[in-house]
């Protein structure tokens, strides 16, 4: 069942009990209020009754003076304490023999429920005592037929009925009106989500105009959502087609190389030496760019860290001391305080520290200096090169994958140009940055600032 059918069925069932207990508490507050008021006109009568024998000082009165308090269905008896009827007015027998006289000594009135032919009928009867020094020396009983009350009732049933019927109706056809006009963006948004799902293709809601309410949020958050997803994919397919074309280079060589080699066969040794030595070399290459992708992708990926209490000042000395013995270079290390401890992932922070370290290495031939500073927010790790240095308006591109500056001299020192992408990836994991200062043929200071714990 769609949900506009449903809260329109449960908003008119509510509604309909609303209506039914309201029909309920007006019908019967009618009821008691009309015999009520027949109530105390009987009793005005019996006064009136009573009074007149007080004044002729008698137990009766002339059957035509107790006419005259008669309406049309009703009837006037005076019953004596040995429960005899002694005087009597009657305009309706019929009622008159349905209703047994009784002598009462107590006031009080009576609604009772006759049949006749024409169905049934409310009959309300009054008895009031007849004093005489203090004595009760009689009933007046007055019955009359409540004619009036019958058809007001049905009436009032019918009016109640035919209201509770249209409101019913008019709930049922509004609520679908309401509901249509609520439930409109979430057809559109519907309709969207089938469109991409038959095509593939993400793409946004229309917003059409501004509700400010949470259907729009949804709306908003979905836009949000897809274009998240547009982004994702256009970086992956800008990755694959990179990643792609950064493999076909090598592999181009190697074919050349293998070819001539087919061509000139083994026997030129200056060739073959050549060839061979190309061939290793783009190989090792690929095999360093396959893995620095397999570093790459992982580093995308939002994955957990590890993230522990570390020790910077001795995670520093010990990478330093490791390129102090495979590359003799001088490794200067200064550091503001001891110790400097952050939270973080230690195999990931040694891994963004190396590849700094390592493009100090490529592209200077100088010393090279590493600083460690404490600061109020921030712990921030300085690398420093007296090397080439990079151009300008280069800078903005570095850190974006298979970025090189000097393709032809990255070739040579084997670079991929994929190490400060996987560093900013890491740095951003850690909530922290990274920024590079850089002069042409000066040298270049890369910055990592994470977060103080
Ligand atoms: N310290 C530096 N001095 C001069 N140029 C640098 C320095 N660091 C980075 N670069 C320039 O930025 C480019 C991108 O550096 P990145 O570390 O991302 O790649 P790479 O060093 O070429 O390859 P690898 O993936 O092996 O690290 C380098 O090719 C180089 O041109
Ligand atoms: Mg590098």
């Known amino acids: 069942m769609k949900i506009t059918t449903k809260i329109n069925l449960l908003t008119t069932a509510w509604l309909f009990c609303i209506l039914l207990i309201i029909n309920v508490v007006v019908f019967f507050s009618f009821m008691t209020t009309t015999v009520n008021m027949e109530k105390n006109v009987l009793l005005q009568k019996t006064n009136d009754i009573i009074q007149e024998l007080h004044t002729q000082n008698a137990t009766t009165l002339p059957e035509d003076r107790l006419k005259s308090y008669l309406t049309e269905h009703s009837f006037i008896r005076i019953v004596s304490p040995d429960s005899k009827v002694t005087n009597q007015a009657i305009s309706d027998k019929d009622l008159a023999e349905k209703i047994k006289y009784k ?8 609604l009772r429920t006759i049949r006749d032919e024409g169905g049934e009928e409310q009959v309300l009867i009054v008895r009031v005592p007849i004093m005489s020094h203090k004595h009760v020396i009689g009933t007046l009983e007055i019955g009359e037929r409540l004619m009036g009350l019958e058809m007001s009732k049905d009436i009032l049933v019918t009016i109640l009925a035919f209201c509770t019927v249209i409101a019913v109706v008019l709930s049922l056809l509004g609520g679908r009106w309401l509901s249509n006009i609520i439930m409109r963006p979430i057809a559109n948004m519907i309709q969207t989500m089938e469109d991409i799902e038959r095509s593939g293709i993400p793409k946004t809601i229309m917003l059409h105009n501004r509700t400010r309410d949470e259907l729009e949020k949804l709306a908003t958050t ?8 547009q982004e994702n994919s256009e970086k992956q ?3 694959i087609s990179d990643a792609s074309h950064e493999l076909k280079t090598p592999l181009t060589v ?24 190309a061939i290793h070399a783009e190989a090792t290459r690929m095999q360093r760019m396959a893995e620095a992708l397999l570093d790459l992708a ?16 001795s995670l520093c000395q010990s990478i330093l001391q490791q390129f102090r013995n495979v590359y003799k270079r001088e490794f200067i290390f200064h550091y503001s305080q001891d110790p ?19 493009n100090a290495i490529k592209y200077s031939s100088d010393k090279i200096e590493m600083f460690l500073e404490q600061n109020e927010d921030d712990v921030v790790i300085r690398v420093k090169d007296y090397g080439i240095g990079i151009p300008n308006k280069e800078i903005q591109h570095i850190f974006e994958r298979f970025y090189r500056v000097d393709k032809a001299r990255s070739r040579e020192t084997g670079g991929t140009g994929l190490g400060l992408a996987i560093a900013k990836n890491i ?4 909530k922290g940055e990274i920024k590079i200062r850089s002069e042409e043929g000066k040298g270049t200071e890369v910055e990592l600032f994470i977060p103080a714990s």
Do not use: P, W
């Open 298 to 313: 992982a580093s995308e990926k939002e994955m957990v860290l590890e993230i522990k209490s570390l020790d910077l000042i």
């Open 237 to 239: 397919k800008q990755f």
């Open 340 to 358: 400097i401890i952050v939270k973080a992932d230690e195999l990931k922070i040694k891994q963004v520290i190396i590849i700094l370290l390592d």
């Open 427 to 430: 740095m951003k994991q850690h």
């Open 222 to 229: 979905f836009n949000l959502m897809i274009k998240r997803l």
């Open 254 to 277: 190697i074919r050349s190389y293998a070819n001539l080699i087919r061509r000139r066969g083994i026997q030129n040794e200056e060739i073959t030496v050549e060839a061979i030595e």
């Open 103 to 110: 002598f009462s000594s107590k006031s009080g009135s009576q």
